[in-house]
């Protein structure tokens, strides 16, 4: 069964930066896409940054230019740089891939989380 595991979260000062992991392990195919979620409490999940093939990237509007998402193919591992981070990206982050596995099925599995916790 395909999995996501990430790691990188914390708690940083406002201007300060993160940056997160997410590997994704299993009978992989191959993967179509990776991307980084987020959801604060009382909001719904939203998407922060995706990469698709050939390092296709798409950003919300609210990170632009602070956040980096990037992929290592080799290691099937997606990574979000946060840079310039404000209080309002406090949120449980979430990691998302788009994979076929073995069985050219496509599933979209989700990491555990990580916490990213910025204080004023």
């Known amino acids: 069964q395909v999995q996501l595991v990430e790691s990188g979260g914390g708690l940083v000062q406002a201007g300060g930066s993160l940056r997160l992991s997410c590997a994704a392990s299993?009978?992989?195919?191959?993967?179509?896409?990776m991307g980084w979620y987020r959801q604060a409490p009382g909001k719904q999940r939203e998407l922060v940054a995706a990469v698709a093939g050939g390092d296709r990237t798409n950003y919300a509007d609210s990170v632009k230019g602070r956040f980096t998402i990037s992929r290592d193919n080799a290691k099937n591992t997606v990574y979000l740089q946060m840079n310039g981070l404000k209080p309002e990206d406090t949120a449980v982050y979430y990691c998302n891939a788009e994979i076929l596995n073995y069985y050219r099925d496509t599933v979209r599995p989700w990491g555990q989380g990580t916490q990213v916790t910025v204080s004023s």
């Open positions: 299993g009978r992989i195919f191959r993967i179509n896409a």
